[in-house]
């Protein structure tokens, strides 16, 4: 849905569960990718996935609160996010908000949200704009853009 080139990307994996958003944009040629998960489960599970698929030295994996986590984030040179959160409207607002104040994304980059298809969320936040949104099922997936990239194609 994204059609995005991954090609030397850096990949944020937020509420990373099994890792397999990110472990999917590493096999498709994204150059690092950070996992960010609370449950040590997860953290154990995506290790052993990135072993599994020769990945983790090109890996992070975060065991925290997503929320901390993004409080202590310096930078801007993130690509992509995706962001999976438990379908929690306070989360997924608080998450996106924590994005934009930090100012993560490079100028090219995306944030991928999965989230219930009854939460609404809003079409822009802060320096994000939503371009796109699909249904599927209960679950839908908006894509978000920094302002300076927006081109609004609904889908």
């Known amino acids: 849905m994204i059609g995005y080139d991954f090609s030397g990307k850096t990949v944020l994996d937020l509420f990373s569960g099994t890792g397999s958003l990110g472990i999917e944009a590493l096999s498709r040629g994204a150059k690092k990718a950070v996992f960010v998960d609370k449950s040590y489960e997860s953290y154990n599970t995506i290790k052993y996935n ?11 994996i975060i065991k925290s609160d997503v929320l901390r ?19 929690n409207d306070i989360v997924l607002i608080k ?3 924590r994005l934009n104040n ?12 999965e989230k219930h298809k009854n939460h609404l969320m809003n079409e822009t936040y802060s320096n994000l704009c939503k371009i796109k949104e699909k249904n599927y099922g209960i ?17």
Do not use: A, H
């Open 139 to 155: 679950t839908s997936i908006n894509i978000y853009r920094k302002f300076n990239q927006c081109k609004k194609v609904l889908i």
């Open 102 to 113: 930090k100012n993560l994304l490079n100028d090219n980059g995306i944030v991928v949200v």
């Open 95 to 97: 998450t996106m908000e």
């Open 50 to 60: 990135l072993n599994k698929t020769w990945y983790l030295e090109v890996s992070k």
């Open 69 to 87: 986590y993004l409080d202590t984030c310096l930078g801007n040179d993130i690509d992509l996010v995706f962001l999976d959160p438990p379908y």
